[in-house]
């Protein structure tokens, strides 16, 4: 039977299959331009231009498609990535599979199924006999899952330009929408000792392991989960063999927090850790990666403003914090953001990811308002 519904699931599944069986960890390029190829082709015959923007620094192009209409004034940017966590043959693991109100696949949830959910909106906009009244601009990137070191500042400029900037991260717990991100940072920590031989001679020796020890109290003593703040130590290494006092030692730090005056605070506390032994050097490098996402003025009438329209639809659109960071860490500070707006589902960046079917008509109906209504 031929169905009249332009948001009907089953051919939206169909496309977001597509999209997942092209496997694109950020690591692998040539995969995730595929993909792009593919994203890209799906525009051909739509009234809209695609630029593409090749890689570089081992990552994949990105793609940026613009509405033949409204570019000359500031409108709509849609943030996605077309970048996953899974390496090259996960799909073996976790093929794209239907059970029940599920469909598994690498990266369905985080994100490809709001990314084709956008671009379908943007399908369904375009057939229409009137235009809306903002341009639309989609931003597809290839390296969000690494903190998108090569398409920051593609982003940030977009998203200056714009009016409104909505993200197709996944939705949260049961299809709540994301309007705060804590701010994520990044640190490295290199330390320097002495060697000298374990046995015969440890007075002369000043481990630098043994001042890691002492950085890691330091820096697990920021965590306050009332305000917010968690540090982590992830990574550790030092020394060379268990008879000699080591010379150096290494740790990698991750800094969530929920404001930007946290953010300064942190920041200068883990840059200037200073070492406890003598004859030990402590160098820290890093900085904030990602700058906190607040609920801005703007971003809560954008908020109240998509609430209206999911009512219409006929569902609730609850907001949340979270403390993941997203490519809407980098707009929210200047321009309106709303994120979230993905497929409901979980598992993100696990065995088990899956998108829940029952999320597609709804919230690719309420992407297709905001591209219809907001002026």
Sequence with gaps: MTTSNPFDPAPILEGIRRWVEIETPTEAPEQVNKLAALVAEGYRDLPATVERIAGHSGCGDHLLARS?????????????????????????????????DSAFGPGIYDMKGGAYLAYHAFRQVCADSARPPLGITQLYVSDEEIGSPTSRALIEAEGKKAKYVLVTEPARDGGKIVTGRKGVGRFEVFIKGVPSHAGSRPEDGRSAIRELGHVIQTLEAMNDLARGITVNVGVVRGGTR??????????EVDMRVPTMSD?????????????????????????????????????????????????EIGFDLVDMST???????????????????GVDGQGA???????????IEPRARLLYRLYQTLR
């Design 68 to 100: 033949s209409w409204g570019q000359d004034a500031p409108g709509i940017l849609v943030l996605s990535h077309l970048d996953t966590v899974h390496p090259i043959g996960f799909i073996e693991r976790l093929p794209f599979r239907i059970a029940d």
């Design 263 to 311: 953010s300064e605070e942190l920041v200068a506390k883990i840059r200037t850790l200073k070492p406890r032994t003598e004859g030990v050097t402590v160098k820290v490098i890093g900085e904030l990666n990602r700058p906190p996402y607040e609920k801005s003025n703007s971003g809560a009438a954008l908020y109240e403003h998509a609430k209206t329209l999911a009512a």
């Design 323 to 341: 403390g993941g960071g997203s490519d809407g860490n980098f707009t929210a500070p200047h321009t309106a953001t709303l994120d979230g707006l």
């Design 242 to 251: 268990p008879n000699v006092i080591a010379e150096e030692a290494y740790a």
């Design 349 to 359: 960046h696990t065995h088990y990811e899956q998108m829940y079917i029952s999320s």
